[in-house]
């Protein structure tokens, strides 16, 4: 496997329920992020994580618990959520800061979200 | 407050005519914007950045201060360039705020 990849693809849960979305990158990066897309709104950043240490979190509740063991893996582990976090989740990875004139992010194909 | 500006939900144009996806942003500092797309079941990818001064696939976009604007331009559409479009803004170094999006329709 190349570049950035998401798993589950499709997930459904229910409220109670806990689950974890994966991400893995094999470029070589040193940051990683975690977006959120909803229908009608524009990518939402969660959180960003520079050489394994987060640097961002954008006022995200509690029950999204971001997790990254290495410079390679992300995880968001998802508890007690509610049908309005349905959504697809993008994971994303950069070099550098993604504010640089290089920072390229690298998109995952995201995994869609389901809170019945 | 920092903030990306697409106006246009749904652009629709015929195939070689021009086009032009409009993105406005807010932010106090010194922008740095890029366009994203995100063709057909493909994944979301960097089509090109204010800093090059490059042209992608014909597209090219220029910054302009005074309106705080990074339009995208395309002289004559493709079919092939169907797709989603993400005006985003880079801040401080280490995040992207992205607009909603624009997508273009190229008919035959």
């Known amino acids: 496997e190349t570049g950035v990849t998401q798993t589950p693809r499709h997930l459904v849960m229910g409220m109670t329920n806990k689950k974890s979305l994966k991400c893995e990158q094999h470029?070589?990066?040193?940051?990683m992020y975690w977006y959120k897309q909803s229908a009608k709104k524009p990518l939402e950043l969660m959180f960003v994580?520079?050489?394994?240490?987060?640097?961002e979190n954008n006022s995200v509740p509690s029950r999204f618990s971001p997790e990254c063991p290495n410079s390679s893996h992300l995880f968001l582990h998802l508890h007690t959520l509610q049908p309005e976090d349905s959504a697809l989740y993008l994971c994303a990875s950069s070099q550098e800061g993604a504010g640089g004139p290089d920072g390229e992010l690298f998109f995952g194909e995201g995994s869609r979200l389901t809170v019945l | 407050a920092q903030r990306v500006t697409q106006p246009e939900k749904l652009l629709s144009v015929f195939k070689g005519a021009p086009v032009e996806l409009k993105c406005n942003y807010s932010?106090?500092?010194?922008?740095?914007l890029f366009w994203y797309v995100q063709y057909s079941r493909q994944r979301l990818q960097l089509l090109l950045r204010?800093?090059s001064r490059e042209s992608i696939k014909g597209f090219t976009a220029d910054l302009n201060k005074g309106e705080t604007s990074f339009h995208l331009k395309k002289p004559f559409a493709q079919e092939e360039d169907s797709a989603m479009y993400y005006c985003?803004?880079?801040?401080?170094?280490?995040?992207?705020?992205f607009g909603t999006g624009t997508r273009l329709q190229v008919f035959p």
């Open positions: 204010h800093i």
């Open positions: 985003a803004l880079s801040v401080n170094t280490d995040k992207l705020i």
């Open positions: 932010y106090s500092g010194s922008p740095e």
């Open positions: 470029l070589g990066h040193n940051a």
């Open positions: 994580y520079n050489f394994k240490e987060q640097t």
